[in-house]
């Protein structure tokens, strides 16, 4: 599968043509290594040119306004915005969000107000109330879970302070408690990791799900486009085993250590992030497997999935990505200029194989 190189598509409504146009990204949006996660240094090779691609919605789909919504309007310029991000940052995805939503507010000179609720959902509610107290305008949002974001809903709409989210939708009403939501086709990326795990493994044999978080629509949706995509064209391809990673790197090494007991003969391991996988490599090589042994597919695109990629170990990863700074102040702006915005927003990803990883890691965070 290779990665597409066609321009991005435009939103479909004329008046929000400016929303959808293609956004460069310039290295210093892209995401750091690993290594500087955990504090080594950044690398070198900057994902310099990635950008996040709008899928062309379907003709009538829904919109927001600013009065429809109820709030104010605004000069960006002179807002104050909020952003609250869910998890910790030792994870290059949320690395690579933050960081874009950093550069993006830096571009535009627009005042930034950050909270980490370091993978606390309480925290996480408490932290939007207090960027509210501090004075945002508006908010974007990366949520931790789904539900339970009534006190937080109740607090922006007492203000008329618009919120976007990005990444994890909200169980709330469009247009009403939120703006817009931005984030993947999640159900299409299951999807994509179950043809590509056909692919790897002939399409017969059994296989294991490293799922995500629990309480949140990415896990659900990823769950149910693999399992509806092996379901349909590959029968003979059977899910025995399924528990939680939580989306890190060490629970999804402890879940795979347990699965190579409980079932040796496991030929595949779809991991709902890369963080997941890459504990399971990990698991696999303490084990004494060979690279190919299992064949993994993650979803992501961090730059040592990719680099599993090339070196054997990932038989492919689905990219989910996460620059979202652009995106998110186009919308923001164009909101708060009195234009209709779409209220599902969703980005198109590419995806990595043993045919393009070495080319394209470049592109990788």
Same mark, same amino acid.
């Given at each position: ?17 400016? $929303?959808? &146009? ?14 500087? #996660? ?15 691609? %709008? ?37 290059? =995805? ?38 509210? #107290? ?18 937080? $809903?109740?607090?922006?709409? &007492? ?50 799900? $490293? ?14 486009? =693999? ?19 939580? =989306? ?10 347990? $699965? ?30 060979? *690279? ?6 993650? %979803? ?34 164009? =909101? ?20 393009? *990883? ?8």
């Amino acid at each position: 599968m290779q990665r597409s190189t066609h321009r991005p598509h435009l939103l479909a409504r004329p008046v929000v043509v400016a $929303l959808a &146009a293609a956004v460069a990204l310039t290295a210093t949006a892209c995401a750091k290594s690993e290594d500087e #996660a955990s504090g080594g240094k950044e690398s070198s090779a900057a994902a310099a040119g990635a950008e996040q691609k %709008v899928v062309t919605p379907e003709p009538g789909g829904k919109t927001c306004t600013i009065d429809a919504y109820g709030a104010e309007k605004i000069d960006l310029k002179n807002a104050t915005v909020g952003f609250s991000q869910s998890e910790k940052e030792a994870n290059p =995805f949320r690395i690579a969000e933050t960081q874009s939503i950093k550069d993006e507010a830096e571009k535009r000179g627009v005042k930034l107000l950050t909270a980490n609720a370091q993978s606390k959902f309480s925290k996480q509610i408490s932290d939007v109330q207090n960027l509210l #107290a501090k004075g945002a305008d508006l908010l974007v949002i990366a949520p931790l879970n789904s539900d339970g974001w009534d006190p937080v $809903l109740q607090a922006a709409a &007492a203000k008329k302070v618009p919120i976007i989210t990005i990444d994890r939708k909200i169980n709330a009403e469009p247009c009403k408690d939120y703006v817009s939501f931005i984030a993947s086709d999640f159900v299409e990326q299951g999807r994509r990791a179950a043809d590509q795990m056909i692919e790897a493994t002939g399409g017969k044999g059994e296989v294991a799900i $490293l799922l995500g978080s629990a309480g949140n629509n990415v896990t659900t949706e990823r769950t149910k486009g =693999f399992k509806e995509r092996i379901a349909e064209k590959a029968p003979d391809l059977k899910v025995v085993f399924e528990q939680t990673g939580d =989306f890190s790197r060490e629970k999804g090494q402890q879940v795979t250590e347990q $699965l190579i007991q409980s079932k040796p003969g496991i030929k595949g391991i779809y991991a709902e992030n890369d963080e997941m996988g890459l504990g399971a490599v990990t698991a696999l090589k303490g084990a004494g497997k060979k *690279a190919g042994d299992v064949k993994i597919v993650t %979803v992501d695109g961090t730059r040592n999935a990719v680099q599993g990629v090339v070196d054997g170990w990932i038989s492919g990863v689905i990219e989910s990505n996460p620059r979202f700074g652009p995106l998110a102040f186009q919308t923001l702006d164009a =909101f708060t200029k009195g234009e209709e915005v779409p209220q599902d927003i969703i980005i198109q990803d590419n995806a990595y194989t043993s045919d393009n *990883a070495k080319q394209d890691i470049g592109n990788a965070y």
